[in-house]
């Protein structure tokens, strides 16, 4: 009996020296302390630690610098390449962090309003219509088993690229009483189909009882140019269609400059909305290669200034963006790009691609005079904090326009083929 309480009561002072320890300070910065450390070449990382753990490179390597304070660790990078950092408590190891130094990398932050012309991969279906025949009203396509967001590739085995494409299948067929073989693509994957067309009584023409597009066009931001290859990554969230809300599949597009000309002010319930056209020139300073949850990705042709940072800078990884204050470069007017002044309120450090990375509020007050916040058209305006490109910003939150979503710059880098785990250092001009 006497036994039973002695275990009883041992057992409940070291529950609570267990729940004291995890509560102490050198126990819960020992948890912050990253299992593993990327940084690029020339920056510095710096973490607490309490006073007795001392930190020791394990590998005699170079290219990690190692400054040691009584509370911190500060590790500077000085060549890219993989090192190991054990941290020690009275001679015991307790934790070893793996540390990664990437090449120097840099890209040039845009800001400037651009054209969008995508061109899809075949015919999109936006909607049907009832074809007026003389036994009634028909859709030929709905009967057939199309529905609205399908992508007509091809009919009678031949490849189908834009709307003109289509109508001489549509007459021959008609007129010779034939059924057209359709490939359709659809989310859920390919499939054939017999469409006949029917004759449209009042307008003597043969009809499928589609409505089809082949283009989408818009404005939105860039974000950022890659100097070594030319790629780009603008928007910073996918293009879909404004019938099917569906994403638009793209065979190729072009991106041309553009001119904010108005803005219609963002609010509660009610996103803004720049207001631009084309530049008159409709010079084309790029293409569209990719349209993804990330933005649209190409490489141009022509450079582009936005007149504020036109050098290369650097980036941050997701792990590296902090909660604070932070810079966007849009345009609000006409072709000038500014910067206006924003608040981190928070941020994931993510380990896999995602497009909601941060959230972010307008704090300027000129720009929330302007817009009253983020209008649409200002997704793709790069996010700068601490003189490094950190992300995009990608939707405006409806019931506050002032907050909205980032996404981080190190996906939008991935989504255009750049990879910044193995990229060289930018040549001294």
Not at 237 to 255: L, Q
Not at 361 to 368: A, G, R, S, V, Y
């Amino acid at each position: 009996m006497k036994s039973e309480i002695i275990r009883k009561i041992i057992g409940g002072i070291l529950l609570v020296s267990l729940v004291s320890i995890i509560f102490l300070q050198p126990f819960q910065q020992y948890l912050n302390i990253p299992k593993s450390i990327t940084i690029f070449e020339g920056q510095k990382f710096t973490f607490q630690k309490a006073a007795p753990v001392s930190a020791a490179l394990v590998s005699h390597k170079t290219n990690i610098s190692l400054e040691q304070k009584k509370n911190s660790v500060s590790l500077k990078a000085v060549e890219n390449g993989k090192n190991e950092l054990l941290l020690e408590y009275a001679g015991i190891p307790i934790k070893m962090v793996d540390v990664q130094v990437l090449k120097d990398f840099r890209v040039i932050p845009g800001g400037q309003s651009i054209g969008v012309k995508l061109n899809t991969v075949g015919v999109l279906v936006v909607g049907h219509h009832l074809v007026n025949t003389l036994a009634g009203k028909k859709s030929p396509g709905e009967m057939a088993g199309i529905r609205v967001g399908d992508i007509i590739t091809e009919i009678n085995g031949n490849k189908i690229e834009k709307m003109t494409d289509v109508a001489p299948y549509v007459q021959e067929a008609g007129q010779n009483g034939q059924a057209l073989n359709m490939m359709i693509s659809r989310e859920s994957g390919k499939f054939t189909t017999k469409l006949t067309p029917l004759k449209d009584k009042g307008e003597n023409t043969y009809k499928l009882g589609l409505y089809i597009r082949d283009s989408a066009a818009g404005i939105g931001t860039m974000t950022f140019i890659h100097p070594q290859s030319k790629k780009y990554g603008a928007l910073g969230h996918v293009i879909s269609d404004m019938d099917t809300k569906k994403p638009i599949v793209v065979e190729d597009g072009e991106i041309v400059r553009s001119t904010v000309t108005s803005i219609e002010k963002g609010s509660n319930g009610d996103p803004g909305e720049k207001l631009a056209r084309f530049s008159s020139d409709r010079e084309i300073v790029g293409n569209i290669q990719k349209n993804s949850p990330f933005g649209i990705f190409g490489e141009i042709n022509k450079q582009i200034k936005n007149g504020i940072l036109d050098k290369p800078i650097p980036i941050a990884l997701s792990n590296q963006v902090k909660e604070g204050p932070a810079k966007i470069l849009t345009v609000v007017n006409d072709d000038r790009v500014e910067e206006f002044d924003i608040e981190i309120v928070s941020t994931i450090p993510q380990k896999f691609p995602a497009t909601k990375g941060m959230v972010i509020k307008i704090t300027d007050p000129k720009l929330l005079e302007k817009t009253g916040g983020i209008v649409q058209g200002m997704s793709g305006s790069p996010i700068i904090q601490d003189g490094k490109l950190v992300g995009a910003v990608t939707h405006v939150f409806v019931n506050d326009p002032t907050s909205g979503y980032g996404v981080h710059i190190e996906w939008m880098l991935h989504e255009a083929g750049i990879n910044i785990y193995d990229t060289p250092k930018e040549k001294a001009s």
